[in-house]
Nanobody, 121 residues
Framework: QVQLVESGGGLVQAGGSLRLSCAASGSIFSISSMGWYRQAPGKQRELVTVIFSGGSTNYADSVKGRFTISRDNAKNTVYLQMNSLKPEDTAVYYC???????????????WGQGTQVTVSS
């Protein structure tokens, strides 16, 4: 079984910072990528950022220059440093990992339970 456990959400004023963490655990053989998605009320879930096993990253245009993703491969953990937060960043943030389980054949997507980020104006 695989679990993704997130932490670090909360309430912050506009212009402030938050750091999210997500640790993957369980019978994991290999992780291809880890990333963060978010879903605001009434909107579809959208990709925020992703980091691949080789270290390359992608960011949504709306967060470029403000958010930074990093990864500790030894700990199967991904971090999201969010600076200069705006009210429009308010959403539930979900951790995602594309991974191969021990004894598995295919890479599959796994999700965390979500953590609320609220930015007040």
């Amino acid at each position: 079984q695989v679990q993704l456990v997130e932490s670090g959400g909360g309430l912050v004023q506009a212009g402030g910072s938050l750091r999210l963490s997500c640790a993957a655990s369980g019978s994991i053989f290999s992780i291809s990528s880890m990333g963060w998605y978010r879903q605001a009320p009434g909107k579809q879930r959208e990709l925020v950022t992703v980091i691949f096993s080789g270290g390359s990253t992608n960011y949504a245009d709306s967060v470029k220059g403000r958010f930074t993703i990093s990864r500790d491969n030894a700990k199967n953990t991904v971090y999201l440093q969010m600076n200069s937060l705006k009210p429009e960043d308010t959403a539930v943030y979900y951790c995602n990992a594309r991974l191969l389980r021990s004894g598995g054949i295919w890479y599959n997507d796994y999700w965390g339970q979500g953590t609320q980020v609220t930015v007040s104006s």
